[in-house]
C-alpha cells in the first residue's frame, strides 16, 4: 500500500510514572482545551469531571444505554474487529451501563461495560494527551482526538485512526475505519447527563449510534 494512503509517526515512549500518581480526567481536559474554552463547559460537567482518581480508586458512573443502535454493516465491521473489543455488534434498547475512569501507570483509564440481554460487552481504554491527545484501545487500536464545547456541552470528536506497533503508529486513511465518530457529553443536572454517541461512515452511513443517561455512584 502506497506511503500516501498509510502515514508513519514516530511517538517516542511516555516516560514512566510514579504508580502512586493521582489526577483527575478534567486535569487531562482543561489542559488540551486550554482554559477560555474550559470556562465555556457546563459547571456540572466541569465539577463532574474534577474528580482525583488513583490506582485503587476510581470514578463510577451507572445507567441505561436506551438505545444501542449497530447497523447490518456495522455488525459485520464490529464482529471483524471484534478482538480489539471496541463495538457491540448488536441493537439493544435499555441496557445496563457501567463506565469507570480511573489511572493506570499513572495514564488516564477508561472501562465501558454494557448488559446486553445474555451478553456483556466490556472494553476499555488509555486516554493520553502526550504527544497528542489520544484514545487507545485493546492491541494498539487507536484514534486521535479534538474536543470541542457546544452550547456548554462537551464534544469528543475524533481527528483520525491509528495503529500502534511498539513506538509507532500507523496513520489509517478514513475509507478504512469504521467513520467519523463524535460523542457527545450533555447536562441534565448535577447528578444527571447524557451521552450521545454517532459513527457515520462515509459511504454506508450511520453504522452505530448510542444514546443513554448516567449519573455517579457514590460508594
Given amino acids: 500500500m502506497s506511503i500516501s494512503l498509510l502515514q508513519l509517526e514516530k511517538l517516542w515512549p511516555d516516560p514512566a510514572a510514579p504508580s502512586c500518581q493521582v489526577k483527575s480526567f ?9 482554559e477560555p474554552a474550559w470556562r465555556q463547559l457546563q459547571q456540572d460537567i466541569i465539577s ?10 476510581a470514578l463510577t458512573f451507572t445507567g441505561k444505554m436506551q438505545w444501542v443502535y449497530c447497523s447490518p454493516i456495522g455488525s459485520i465491521i464490529a464482529k471483524v474487529i471484534k478482538p480489539f473489543s471496541i463495538l457491540p455488534d448488536l441493537c439493544a434498547r435499555e441496557a445496563d451501563f457501567t463506565f469507570d ?28 494527551n502526550s504527544p497528542r491527545l489520544h484514545e487507545e484501545f485493546n492491541g494498539g487500536i487507536g484514534m486521535y482526538l479534538k474536543l470541542l464545547v457546544k452550547r456548554g456541552s462537551l464534544l469528543f470528536r475524533d481527528k483520525g485512526y491509528f495503529f500502534r506497533i511498539k513506538s509507532w503508529r500507523l496513520s489509517l486513511p478514513r475509507w478504512l475505519t ?5 460523542l457527545l457529553h450533555r447536562n441534565i443536572d448535577e447528578q444527571r447527563f447524557q451521552i450521545i ?3 457515520v461512515h462515509p459511504l454506508f452511513g450511520t453504522l452505530f449510534y448510542q444514546r443513554g443517561e448516567f449519573e455517579r455512584r457514590l460508594d
Fill in 197 to 199: 454517541i454517532r459513527v
Fill in 26 to 34: 478534567g486535569e487531562v481536559l482543561r489542559s488540551e482545551m486550554g
Fill in 178 to 182: 469504521v467513520g467519523y465518530f463524535d
Fill in 48 to 57: 463532574r469531571f474534577n474528580v482525583y482518581v488513583s490506582e485503587d480508586k
Fill in 101 to 128: 475512569i480511573g489511572l493506570h501507570d499513572g495514564e488516564i483509564s477508561k472501562q465501558r461495560g454494557y448488559e446486553l440481554g445474555k451478553q456483556q460487552f466490556i472494553f476499555k481504554s488509555l486516554f493520553k
